[in-house]
């Protein structure tokens, strides 16, 4: 309880010490809440150390908010931290509570949070995805401010549980446009639950961080002279405020101490004041409590042990009182100012708390905690608090306890909150269980891990898989372990494994030898050793597709068509086929997905995009950091191919960040690396290109991360006209993949071309290029002949094959290949002096590459345009076909009828978002009104 203080400026005003010189922060906190009821979301962090005041500032802003506003409080605990959602349940249980508005609330896009409201035990009728639930929690919030401004308020943001830290950082991405403010607590010097989340929070957009000064010795002076005396002498209060250091609740505390001792306020008490120095509050806690009974001191204790909003049943018993000593005891901890004076049982303050807390010895701590959980399960408690408090306690062999802890893992994975899962299941496996249950206790464990850890994850389904007898879960075991082999950069291991289970899974069991074949196969992409011998689907009589792992081995076998000589009519329906039904995108975590996708982005087919669209909206609901990232990762190498660059760097920044959340350095940063620099090349970024390429990776040499890696090296070598390195790195590059002979994939001639013709030896180039020329019209897709085209025609200066490569490409999804051909055959024309015939072609390539950022082909068109004698038109390219896939797939949706709210809910991005896009698709097709949405796309 703090006390009351009076106002310097008003001798009536009575408000808590913590708010004196407090006026700076009170006018940020009203200026944040005024722009968030006009729509303009906003976050304020109050950092500043323990005491500085940072609770009271909190709960004043919340006295001053009127019934219009929605507002919900929470405090986290640092015994909660790995409760799963504990924060978020704090905020909107309270709202939820009544049956009828709990339906109404957590229904549409907000219903994938149910599962975080579940009753203990409760069960889900599917596990949530952590993304799911996030997304559904951003969905209550935004319906809650629908109806008007929505304040939350999170007390001591570093004790927060992973799971809800990680909505509050998802939420503070998204204020844009919500009338929502949110006011957190941020002490320094903690080390918190989970310090990147914490510093993703402090950097989000809306974020402002207000970090609490101390007071000033005046105001110290003020609240010294107002609990000693109006008398007390200017040395007494200047040694007051440097023993507290100007902290509110240190300065309370040692007043409280000094008058307890009837210290009178003079410059000869001086060294009083500094007897009881800085740690006031440890200090004067337990002096407290000494002078107390011992059932005060044993009920203090079991409150410490138990955490803030403690049953006083549960207390009493585990203080070794019965319940009327232990109400008794309550009394003279409030009146101490220790304890909170209303029930549910806790401290005035987290020093308090740690006070009492830190006073046990370690040993007394740990089995206190063993025996709270034991108090808690005897007295039906909620099972997470049980858990709770088993994480904190010594393993001690009991069965019951590792059954108690998986459980509660496996509880938190089915409300999306893998953090806590896999910290519930860590500590049951270190219980240890019983050995019947290890098997199946470790591969719950790597599953979960697999979501957020792949190296975490391989170690214990490994040692599952040594560990299961039962068949079906042995397989689901290897085909999870066998992915994350692949992902950590471990393909040889990976390949072995699908070698043993198949030897041991029944020559019968199609489905499962289909997908462990599948696998084998793959990991050649991977920097693993080729598989010489023919797929079953070249051997196989009859069709295939029936299963699931024929459904993956059809996609490998579209992916080896692709690279090896086959043509698009022999590749896209055996890819086509293999997504037919949509089962393989929610049964394989995106992995064989991506390789039945990959042919059909060569092929220039507009299917791959909704492959990838409908597999990232798939990865949401399940909440798999690795499918995100991986989704994300070939989403954007499929919108880099059609040009879309802005969009593409979005998606590859996406997928850059998931990896480091799940915390892979190897295959998935040369692959990120690779896409990302292309990108930034392509927008004329020759400097960010080359600095993306020099991130360190331990991607295997061969795998497709090291072409890919490779090419972007040696695009950017000619970009920059080193030429000789250039041919260099050519000569490795088609040597490693002298086996790819698609030059869709494997573009070595081409290259090498280029380098040559930056030498001037033009013959060696164009020959080069007429011997690519076949193999691409082999291969068939517009973009791979029409870019050989237009190189061919640039060599030969063949105004013929530059018009046929602009014919075929403008048939192709790849835009910026498209503004290629046109800016080749302008300049053609320009030089042979046809200006006016070469301003067209050439304006049409300025307005393409504009649209997209492609800088280097728009300053080029430019100055050709000049030398033409013409300029640029000043409008920027318009039509269907200027709009990006982003603005094209909200285009679509808003014309089939949707809400922006509908559009917003479906693609997991904000209503701003939509909006913002929308706006951009009216301006480029020319129209005012949703209503003219239809006719004008089906005008492009």
Same mark, same amino acid.
């Given at each position: 309880?703090?006390?009351?203080?009076?106002?310097?400026?008003?001798?009536?005003?009575?408000?808590?010490?913590?708010?004196?010189?407090?006026?700076?922060?009170?006018?940020?906190?009203?200026?944040?809440?005024?722009?968030?009821?006009?729509?303009?979301?906003?976050?304020?962090?109050?950092?500043?150390? #323990?005491?500085?005041?940072?609770?009271?500032?909190?709960?004043?802003?919340?006295?001053?908010?009127?019934?219009?506003?929605?507002?919900?409080?929470?405090?986290?605990?640092?015994?909660?931290?790995?409760?799963?959602?504990?924060?978020?349940?704090?905020?909107?249980?309270?709202?939820?509570?009544?049956?009828?508005?709990?339906?109404?609330?957590?229904?549409?896009? *907000?219903?994938?949070? $149910?599962?975080?409201?579940?009753?203990?035990?409760?069960?889900? @009728?599917?596990?949530?995805? *952590?993304?799911?639930?996030?997304?559904?929690?951003?969905?209550?919030?935004?319906?809650?401010?629908?109806?008007?401004?929505?304040?939350?308020?999170?007390?001591?943001?570093?004790?927060?549980?992973?799971?809800?830290?990680?909505?509050?950082?998802?939420?503070?991405?998204?204020?844009?446009?919500?009338?929502?403010?949110?006011?957190?607590?941020?002490?320094?010097?903690?080390?918190?639950?989970?310090?990147?989340?914490?510093?993703?929070?402090?950097?989000?957009?809306?974020?402002?961080?207000?970090?609490?000064?101390?007071?000033?010795?005046?105001?110290?002076? %003020?609240?010294?002279?107002?609990?000693?005396?109006?008398?007390?002498?200017?040395?007494?209060?200047?040694?007051?405020?440097?023993?507290?250091?100007g902290n509110p609740l240190l300065l309370r505390q040692l007043l409280r101490a000094l008058e307890s001792d009837r210290v009178a306020p003079t410059a000869e008490r001086v060294g009083a004041v500094l007897e009881v120095g800085p740690r006031a509050v440890s200090r004067t806690v337990l002096l407290r409590l000494a002078r107390l009974d011992a059932d005060a001191l044993a009920l203090a204790r079991a409150v410490a042990l138990l955490g803030d909003e403690a049953d006083l049943g549960v207390a009493a018993e585990l203080a070794g009182l019965d319940r009327a000593r232990a109400a008794a005891a309550t009394g003279p901890l409030a009146r101490a100012e220790i304890l909170r004076p209303e029930l549910p049982l806790g401290f005035v303050h987290p020093l308090v708390r740690d006070a009492v807390y830190l006073e046990?010895? #370690?040993?007394?701590?740990?089995?206190?905690?063993?025996?709270?959980?034991?108090?808690?399960?005897?007295?039906?408690?909620?099972?997470?608090?049980?858990?709770?408090?088993?994480?904190?306690?010594?393993?001690?062999?009991?069965?019951?306890? *590792?059954?108690?802890?998986?459980?509660?893992?496996?509880?938190?994975?089915?409300?999306?909150?893998?953090?806590?899962?896999?910290?519930?299941?860590? /500590?049951?496996?270190?219980?240890?269980?019983?050995?019947?249950?290890?098997?199946?206790?470790?591969?719950?464990?790597?599953?979960?891990? #697999?979501?957020?850890?792949?190296?975490?994850?391989?170690?214990?389904?490994?040692? $599952?898989?040594?560990?299961?007898?039962?068949?079906?879960?042995?397989?689901?075991?290897?085909?999870?372990?066998?992915?994350?082999?692949?992902?950590?950069?471990?393909?040889?291991?990976?390949?072995?494994?699908?070698?043993?289970?198949?030897?041991?899974?029944?020559?019968?069991?199609?489905?499962?030898?289909?997908?462990?074949?599948?696998?084998?196969?793959?990991?050649?992409?991977?920097?693993?050793?080729?598989?010489?011998?023919?797929?079953?689907?070249? @051997?196989?009589?009859?069709?295939?597709?029936?299963?699931?792992?024929?459904?993956?081995?059809?996609?490998?076998?579209?992916?080896?068509?692709?690279?090896?000589?086959?043509?698009?009519?022999?590749?896209?329906?055996?890819?086509?086929?293999?997504?037919? %039904?949509?089962?393989?995108?929610?049964?394989?975590?995106?992995?064989? @997905?991506?390789?039945?996708?990959?042919?059909?982005?060569?092929?220039?087919?507009?299917?791959?995009?909704?492959?990838?669209?409908?597999?990232?909206?798939?990865?949401? /609901?399940?909440?798999?950091?690795?499918?995100?990232?991986?989704?994300?990762?070939? /989403?954007?190498?499929?919108?880099?191919?059609?040009?879309?660059?802005?969009?593409?760097?979005?998606?590859?920044?996406?997928?850059?960040?998931?990896?480091?959340?799940?915390?892979?350095?190897?295959?998935?940063?040369?692959?990120? *690396?690779?896409?990302?620099?292309?990108?930034?090349?392509?927008?004329?970024?020759?400097?960010?290109?080359?600095?993306?390429?020099?991130?360190?990776?331990?991607?295997?040499?061969?795998?497709?991360?090291?072409?890919?890696?490779?090419?972007?090296?040696?695009?950017?070598?000619?970009?920059?006209?080193?030429?000789?390195?250039?041919?260099?790195?050519?000569?490795?590059?088609?040597?490693?993949?002298?086996?790819?002979?698609?030059? $869709?994939?494997?573009?070595?001639?081409?290259?090498?071309?280029?380098?040559?013709?930056?030498?001037?030896?033009?013959?060696?180039?164009?020959?080069?290029?007429?011997?690519?020329?076949?193999?691409?019209?082999?291969?068939?897709?517009?973009?791979?002949?029409?870019?050989?085209?237009?190189?061919?025609?640039?060599?030969?200066?063949?105004?013929?094959?530059?018009?046929?490569?602009?014919?075929?490409?403008?048939?192709?999804?790849?835009?910026?290949?498209?503004?290629?051909?046109?800016?080749?055959?302008?300049?053609?024309?320009?030089?042979?002096?046809?200006?006016?015939?070469?301003?067209?072609?050439?304006?049409?390539?300025?307005?393409? $590459?504009? #649209?997209?950022?492609? @800088?280097?082909?728009?300053?080029?068109?430019?100055?050709?345009?000049?030398?033409?004698?013409?300029?640029?038109?000043?409008?920027?390219?318009?039509?269907?076909?200027?709009?990006?896939?982003?603005?094209?797939?909200?285009?679509?949706?808003?014309?089939?009828?949707?809400?922006?709210?509908?559009?917003?809910?479906?693609?997991?991005?904000?209503?701003?978002?939509?909006?913002?896009?929308?706006?951009?698709?009216?301006?480029?097709?020319?129209?005012?009104?949703?209503?003219?949405?239809?006719?004008?796309?089906?005008?492009?």
């Open positions: 309880m703090t006390e009351p203080t009076t106002s310097a400026a008003d001798p009536e005003v009575r408000r808590p010490d913590g708010l004196v010189d407090r006026e700076r922060d009170l006018a940020v906190l009203e200026a944040a809440s005024a722009r968030a009821r006009t729509g303009d979301g906003a976050l304020v962090v109050l950092e500043g150390p #323990a005491g500085i005041g940072k609770s009271a500032l909190l709960a004043t802003l919340r006295d001053q908010l009127d019934a219009s506003v929605t507002t919900l409080r929470a405090r986290a605990g640092d015994l909660e931290q790995d409760f799963p959602f504990g924060v978020v349940r704090q905020l909107f249980e309270g709202l939820l509570a009544d049956p009828a508005v709990r339906e109404r609330r957590l229904d549409g896009a *907000a219903a994938t949070a $149910a599962p975080v409201f579940l009753a203990p035990g409760a069960a889900a @009728t599917e596990e949530a995805g *952590a993304f799911a639930a996030l997304h559904g929690l951003y969905w209550l919030t935004a319906d809650l401010a629908s109806d008007g401004p929505v304040v939350l308020l999170v007390d001591d943001l570093h004790w927060c549980d992973p799971a809800s830290l990680r909505f509050l950082v998802y939420l503070a991405r998204r204020l844009d446009g919500l009338p929502v403010l949110l006011v957190g607590t941020l002490r320094t010097g903690e080390t918190g639950t989970d310090a990147h989340l914490l510093a993703e929070l402090l950097a989000a957009p809306q974020t402002e961080t207000l970090t609490l000064a101390p007071l000033t010795p005046t105001a110290t002076a %003020g609240l010294v002279r107002e609990r000693l005396g109006a008398d007390a002498d200017d040395a007494f209060c200047v040694a007051c405020h440097d023993a507290s250091g046990l010895p #370690a040993g007394e701590r740990a089995d206190g905690h063993a025996r709270a959980a034991e108090i808690l399960r005897d007295h039906g408690a909620d099972p997470r608090q049980t858990a709770g408090q088993l994480l904190l306690s010594p393993p001690r062999a009991v069965d019951w306890v *590792a059954d108690e802890l998986h459980a509660a893992g496996l509880d938190a994975a089915t409300r999306g909150a893998p953090e806590s899962a896999v910290a519930h299941l860590r /500590r049951a496996l270190a219980e240890p269980p019983a050995a019947d249950r290890r098997g199946r206790l470790l591969f719950d464990l790597g599953r979960t891990e #697999a979501l957020s850890d792949g190296f975490a994850a391989v170690e214990h389904l490994s040692a $599952a898989l040594e560990e299961l007898r039962e068949p079906l879960v042995r397989v689901q075991t290897a085909l999870a372990l066998i992915r994350l082999l692949i992902l950590v950069n471990r393909p040889a291991d990976a390949q072995q494994l699908c070698r043993r289970m198949l030897a041991e899974v029944p020559a019968d069991d199609v489905d499962v030898r289909s997908s462990l074949e599948a696998f084998e196969r793959i990991v050649a992409f991977f920097g693993g050793p080729p598989v010489l011998t023919p797929s079953s689907f070249e @051997t196989r009589p009859g069709p295939m597709g029936a299963t699931v792992g024929e459904k993956r081995l059809l996609a490998v076998a579209a992916l080896e068509r692709c690279f090896t000589g086959f043509g698009v009519q022999d590749v896209v329906p055996v890819a086509l086929e293999a997504l037919d %039904g949509g089962v393989l995108i929610p049964a394989d975590d995106t992995f064989l @997905t991506i390789a039945a996708a990959i042919p059909l982005v060569e092929a220039d087919r507009d299917e791959a995009l909704a492959v990838f669209d409908e597999a990232l909206a798939d990865a949401h /609901r399940r909440g798999s950091q690795f499918a995100v990232l991986g989704v994300h990762l070939w /989403r954007g190498y499929t919108l880099l191919r059609r040009g879309d660059l802005l969009d593409a760097q979005a998606s590859l920044e996406r997928a850059d960040a998931g990896n480091r959340d799940w915390g892979d350095d190897g295959v998935a940063v040369a692959y990120v *690396a690779a896409m990302m620099s292309e990108v930034r090349r392509e927008l004329g970024d020759l400097a960010g290109a080359a600095q993306v390429l020099d991130r360190p990776h331990g991607a295997p040499p061969g795998g497709d991360a090291m072409r890919l890696h490779d090419g972007a090296r040696i695009r950017l070598l000619l970009a920059d006209r080193r030429s000789e390195e250039a041919l260099e790195a050519i000569d490795r590059y088609a040597q490693m993949l002298q086996a790819l002979t698609n030059p $869709a994939w494997n573009p070595w001639r081409s290259m090498r071309a280029e380098a040559l013709a930056q030498l001037g030896r033009t013959d060696e180039a164009r020959a080069l290029v007429e011997e690519e020329l076949p193999i691409a019209r082999a291969w068939g897709a517009p973009s791979t002949v029409g870019r050989t085209l237009r190189q061919l025609g640039e060599l030969r200066r063949d105004e013929g094959l530059l018009r046929e490569a602009v014919a075929l490409l403008t048939t192709s999804t790849q835009r910026i290949e498209h503004a290629r051909a046109l800016l080749a055959l302008g300049t053609l024309l320009r030089r042979e002096r046809r200006p006016a015939e070469a301003r067209d072609p050439l304006r049409e390539a300025h307005e393409l $590459a504009a #649209a997209r950022g492609a @800088t280097p082909i728009v300053d080029a068109a430019r100055a050709e345009l000049l030398a033409s004698g013409a300029r640029p038109r000043a409008t920027a390219l318009s039509g269907v076909a200027s709009l990006t896939a982003s603005e094209r797939r909200v285009a679509d949706l808003a014309a089939a009828g949707r809400t922006n709210r509908d559009i917003a809910q479906e693609l997991y991005v904000t209503q701003k978002t939509v909006e913002v896009h929308l706006s951009s698709t009216y301006r480029k097709l020319g129209i005012g009104s949703r209503r003219e949405l239809v006719g004008a796309l089906a005008d492009g």
